[in-house]
């Protein structure tokens, strides 16, 4: 698992990547790892209450997200703005996805498993996530390494990157657990940023489940808290590779 090098994550909605993956962001940015957030959609239809602005929740969503960022040290944040419950694998979206990639040139993505589509018999997966996490494999690859697939990239100055690593986040079939040990309180500070999404019963909810998961999972390596990932090892970078911007 690389240590160095930029990471880049790539969910659906503000949020995911603070539920999922918000331990081993902290543990990275703590250790001097520059860390980026993509998020695809605009997190519009983020509330069941008719009298809620979708305009409105867009821009609350928005600090929101940036607020969790800058809790577990997030470089920074990017929104492609695609609307929410709408997202579609489309060469349009991977085009886009592919361009942040040959922008930043990342060691690792995280990003969600496309084969989850529900957990236990109690949790059914919201498409948006399923969707992401499909354009996020399709963009990197082929598309962010080739240089047939979005020539216009190439036009705009952004040479081919083949991410050397992936990290699958609520992967049903996890092969990697990242020690978070000291971490949980940053990514339950960060779960708790998002407060358009998370009522009070919600938060209880979150507070109980992320750290007994993680107690479960650092049991099986032998450390106080982990989370859990399906690891894609996919090449060795050449020494001395930088992100390109």
């Known amino acids: 698992m690389r240590e160095d090098g930029p990471a880049l994550t790539i969910f ?75 997202l579609e694998n489309t060469p349009d979206v991977r085009r886009e996805v592919a361009r942040v990639i040959r922008i930043l040139r990342p060691v690792t993505v995280v990003c969600g498993d496309p084969s989850l589509w529900y957990i236990e018999g109690r949790y059914y997966n919201h498409r948006d996530h399923r969707m992401a996490a499909q354009i996020a494999m399709d963009a990197l690859f082929p598309g962010a390494g080739n240089p047939h697939y979005f020539p216009e990239l190439l036009a705009d100055g952004l040479e081919p990157w083949d991410v050397p690593e992936v990290l699958l986040a609520s992967s049903p079939a996890p092969n990697h657990l990242e020690d978070i040990s000291g971490l949980l309180d940053a ?56 992100p390109a911007a």
């Open 187 to 242: 990514k339950l500070e960060a779960v708790a940023c998002h407060a358009s999404q998370f009522d009070g019963p919600m938060l209880d909810f979150f507070r109980e489940w992320i750290p007994q998961q993680a107690s479960e999972r650092g049991k099986a390596i032998g450390v106080e808290h982990a989370e859990a990932f399906h690891w894609l090892r996919l090449r060795e970078p050449p020494e001395g590779e930088q």
């Open 12 to 86: 659906a909605h503000p949020d995911d990547g603070d539920i999922l993956a918000g331990g081993t962001i902290a543990r990275w940015t703590r250790d001097g790892r520059e860390v980026h957030y993509l998020v695809l959609t605009n997190g519009s239809k983020g509330s069941v209450d008719p009298d809620t602005s979708p305009a409105e929740l867009v821009k609350t969503r928005r600090l929101e997200q940036r607020a969790a960022a800058a809790v577990l040290g997030v470089h920074d944040v990017r929104f492609l703005d695609f609307e929410d419950g709408e």
